[in-house]
Structure formats: C-alpha cells, structure tokens
C-alpha cells in the first residue's frame, strides 16, 4: 500500500467523549476512515503509520442526518468510523500538547 492511499484511509482521530471513554476502558482507538476503506486496509495503515499492532478493527457506517433550514432540507454527509483495537502495552500518541 503507498503512502497516498495510506492518508487518505485514515482522516482523522475520533476525538470525543465517548471515544475517550471507549479508549480509557478497552485500549480502543477510533478514527474516521475513508468510505471506501476495508478493514483490512484500515489495519494496515494503522500499523504502518503509527508503528503498532493491531488485534481487532471494528467498522460501522454513520447514517446522514436530516438538517432543515426555514423551507429548505438536506442531510449532511455520511461517513465510516473505525474502533481500532491494539495490541496489549502499546498505545497512540496523537502528539497532544505538541
């Protein structure tokens, strides 16, 4: 896999409360990932970009949310999200306070 495809996998980290929640009580990392992304792909990346190894990868598809505005409606964009699991003692620094 070349480095072009690798970051266009992997979007960015899943910064939220229940990502943080999720990471501090099974060592899950969660990503927004390309749409097109497998599981294996997105295991690869991880691994080559972080220099880790990954157990499990987890993917699930979020739904586009209904959004008015006055008379007018749309939806905004779906996306993939991938839990990431690690193997035992290693972990991900995203470079915070850096």
Excluded at 50 to 63: G, H, W
Aim: no cysteine; charged share 30%; net charge positive.
């Amino acid at each position: 896999m070349n480095a072009e495809r690798i970051l266009q996998i992997l979007r960015a980290p899943q910064v939220t409360e229940k990502a943080s929640l999720v990471n501090a009580e099974s060592g899950q990392h969660v990503f927004k990932v390309a749409t097109d992304a497998t599981k294996l792909e997105i295991k690869m990346a991880v691994e080559s970009l972080f220099k880790v190894s990954v157990e499990q990868v987890r993917v699930l598809n979020v739904k586009p949310k209904l959004k008015r505005f006055r008379a007018k409606e749309g939806s905004r964009k779906a996306w993939k999200k991938a839990y990431v699991k690690l193997a035992s003692g290693q972990t991900i620094d995203y470079g915070v306070g850096a």
